[in-house]
C-alpha cells in the first residue's frame, strides 16, 4: 500500500471507474493542447457527460476561460490542475461529522428507496461507530419488505450488535416506538432505524416517514439526531431527484451516498453539493461492513484525479 493509508488507497480502489472516464476523458482531452476557444468548447462538453450538473460546468468553463484570457491557462495540463483546485474548493471547511445528542441515545433514521443500499450502510454504520467506542441498537422498522427483516438481523447477528423488531407487515411507527424506549432501558450510544423505501412518489411512504419521525420527537428529546438519505451512485441524475423528494417530506440532514464503487457516475458527487444544501457525510465503497468511509471533499478530488489506478 506505500504510502497511502488504507483508507485512501480503499477510495481510490473505489473510484477506479469514475476516475477512468471521467478524468480519464479530461485528460486524454487535455494532455498536449495548447489551449484556445476550441479546446474550452469540447472541454464544456466533455463536462457535460461527467454528470457534474449544469451550474459546475458553466461556472468551471467560465474560470477556466478567464484564466486563457489573462494569459494565466495556456497548455491542457493547466486546465486539468485548476479544475481541480476549482472543484476542491467548492466544499467550504464544514463540520460533517454526525450530530450525537449530549445526553440519551443519539438516533438516526436512515431512509432512500429500495435497494439504495440503506440495510447495508446501517451495517457499515454499525461497524464504524463500534470502531468509534459506541454502542448500538438497530430498529427494523422496514416491515413491508419480506426478508428485510431477516436482512438486517443477519447483519446484527455477524456485528454483535443488538437489534429490535417486529411482525413482519407490523406498523413501522409501532417499532420506532419500542425501539426508542429499549435504546433508553438499555443506555445505548446510538439507535439506528432502518426503513421501508417503497417508491418515493408513493404519498404514503412520505407520510410513513413523517409518523416515525414524530414517534422518534415524542420519546427522545431532539431526536431523530440525523435523518440520513441513502442514494445509490449508479442511478445518476435520478438519484438527485429523489434527493429532492425525500428533502420535501423529510428534514434530511445527511447523505449517504452508497456504491460509488460500483459506477463511473461518481461526478454525481458535485451536482449534489451544486443542487443541494445537503452535506453528504458518508460515501460506500463496497459492500462489507468496512466499506464506509466519513466523506473528505479534499480527499475525494484528488483520488478522482490520482494517476496511478487505484
Ligand atoms: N458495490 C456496492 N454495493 C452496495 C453498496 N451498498 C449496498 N450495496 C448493495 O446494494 C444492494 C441493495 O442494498 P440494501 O442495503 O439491501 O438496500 P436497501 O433496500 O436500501 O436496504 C445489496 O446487494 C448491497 O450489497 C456499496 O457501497 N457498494
Ligand atoms: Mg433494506
Known amino acids: 500500500m506505500g504510502l497511502l493509508s488504507g483508507a485512501m488507497a480503499k477510495l481510490r480502489g473505489g473510484l477506479t471507474r469514475t476516475r477512468d472516464v471521467f478524468v480519464g476523458g479530461l485528460r486524454t482531452l487535455l494532455t498536449g493542447r495548447i489551449v484556445d476557444e476550441t479546446l474550452i468548447d469540447e472541454l464544456e462538453a466533455k463536462l457535460l457527460q461527467g454528470d457534474v450538473g449544469v451550474r459546475t460546468t458553466a461556472r468551471l468553463v467560465e474560470r477556466v476561460r478567464e484564466g486563457y484570457k489573462a494569459g494565466r491557462l495556456k497548455r491542457g495540463e493547466e486546465v486539468l490542475e485548476a479544475l481541480r483546485e476549482e472543484l476542491k474548493a467548492m466544499w467550504p471547511e464544514a463540520d460533517r461529522s454526525l450530530r450525537m445528542a449530549s445526553t440519551g441515545p443519539t438516533v438516526i433514521l436512515v431512509t432512500g428507496v429500495n435497494g439504495a443500499g440503506k440495510t447495508t450502510s446501517i451495517a457499515k454504520l454499525c461497524h464504524w461507530l463500534h470502531a468509534d467506542g459506541r454502542s448500538v441498537l438497530v430498529g ?171
Not at 170 to 198: E, H, N, Q, S
Not at 211 to 231: N, R
Open 140 to 310: 427494523a422498522c422496514d416491515t413491508f419488505r419480506a426478508g428485510a427483516v431477516r436482512q438486517l438481523e443477519i447483519w446484527a447477528e455477524r456485528l454483535g450488535v443488538e437489534i429490535v423488531r417486529g411482525q413482519e407487515g407490523g406498523d413501522p411507527a409501532a417499532v420506532a416506538f419500542d425501539a426508542c424506549a429499549a435504546a433508553k432501558a438499555r443506555g445505548v450510544d446510538v439507535l439506528i432505524l432502518d426503513t421501508a423505501g417503497r417508491l418515493h412518489t408513493q404519498d404514503p411512504l412520505m407520510r410513513q416517514l413523517e409518523k416515525l419521525h414524530k414517534v422518534v420527537a415524542k420519546q427522545i428529546p431532539g431526536g431523530p439526531h440525523e435523518v440520513l438519505l441513502v442514494l445509490d451512485a449508479t442511478a445518476g441524475q435520478n438519484a438527485l431527484r429523489q434527493a429532492e423528494e425525500f428533502s420535501r417530506a423529510a428534514k434530511v440532514t445527511g447523505i449517504v451516498l452508497a456504491k460509488l464503487d460500483g459506477t463511473a457516475r461518481g461526478g454525481i458527487v458535485i451536482a449534489i453539493r451544486e443542487s443541494l444544501g445537503i452535506p453528504v457525510k458518508f460515501v460506500g465503497v463496497g459492500e462489507r461492513p468496512e466499506d464506509l468511509q466519513p466523506f473528505d471533499p479534499a480527499a475525494f478530488i484528488d483520488a478522482l484525479f490520482a494517476e496511478e489506478r487505484g
